[in-house]
């Protein structure tokens, strides 16, 4: 696997927990990262501030993806400050439990979050940083979705809709953007995060046990695989690629 050393990645949602293995993995590989968070400034600040020495400094920037001109200040300040953007990471996102019978406690309010933030979200950040991105030739831009996509179970119908609208976005910017942006999706099944530790135990294990490899997938193992795509599986674009350990099998 080559090293991302001189290269500049920017994480959406870089404080949470996949977002937070994302990034300590792009900066083990030499990446200078740029934790992109919306309301978590000072645990943003404190991950980048622990990440591993690269060639720039790391950096805690507000990435609010609902806010298109935010995103635009955004982006010009990642230029300001290094000229280039070679990884995007669209690792913000929004759901909530609503079992997918009861259809009236998917109110518009809840709708619209999911739908703002999962798919405009990834949209606006893509639309403000594929200028930069494009200047070295050689960019890649990594959504982080879900097998929800494809198998519709999930926290609620809406995420699963918004991860299916976010796979065929990747399809479609794929074409759009290449051959100097590459573009793909990491599709995890159930993530063994905290958000997913503080649900019933009896329920967790249950999704454990459905699954072939018995178990629930790490952070660690969805970020190593975006750090796959951007080190090892360089013709990959338009794809995704589920880290699920075989969970529609079960």
């Excluded at 900066?27 to 309301?39: D, E, H, L, Q, S």
């Excluded at 995890?188 to 459905?210: I, N, S």
């Excluded at 699954?211 to 970020?223: D, V």
Aim: charged residues 20%; contains cysteine; glycine residues 8%.
């Amino acid at each position: 696997m080559k090293s991302l050393a001189n290269r500049v990645a920017l994480v959406t949602g870089g404080a949470g927990g996949i977002g937070t293995a994302v990034c300590e993995e792009l900066a083990a590989f030499g990446a200078t990262v740029v934790v992109g968070y919306r309301n978590s400034r000072e645990s943003a600040e404190a991950l980048a501030g622990r990440l591993p020495r690269s060639s720039f400094s790391h950096a805690a920037l507000r990435a609010p993806v609902t806010d298109s001109i935010a995103l635009g200040e955004l982006a010009a300040e990642v230029d300001r400050r290094y000229g280039r953007c070679d990884i995007l990471v669209n690792c913000a996102g929004t759901t909530r439990f609503v079992p997918h019978s009861r259809l009236d406690e998917l109110d518009d309010t809840l709708i619209d979050e999911i739908l703002a933030t999962n798919v405009r979200g990834a949209f606006a950040t893509v639309r403000a940083l594929y200028p930069l991105m494009g200047r070295g030739g050689d960019a890649l831009i990594v959504n982080i979705s879900s097998i929800a996509a494809f198998t519709a179970m999930g926290s609620n119908i809406m995420y699963c809709a918004s991860k299916a609208a976010l796979d065929n976005m990747t399809k479609s910017l794929a074409r759009a953007l290449a051959p100097e942006i590459r573009v793909v999706s990491v599709s995890p099944g159930l993530v063994d995060t905290e958000f997913v530790r503080k649900m019933d135990k009896a329920w967790h294990d249950e999704q454990a046990e459905r699954t072939p490899l018995k178990r629930l997938a790490t952070p660690q193992e969805i970020a190593r695989t975006v750090v796959a795509m951007a080190t090892s599986l360089t013709f990959a674009t338009g794809v995704v690629v589920p880290i699920d350990g075989g969970r529609p099998l079960g």
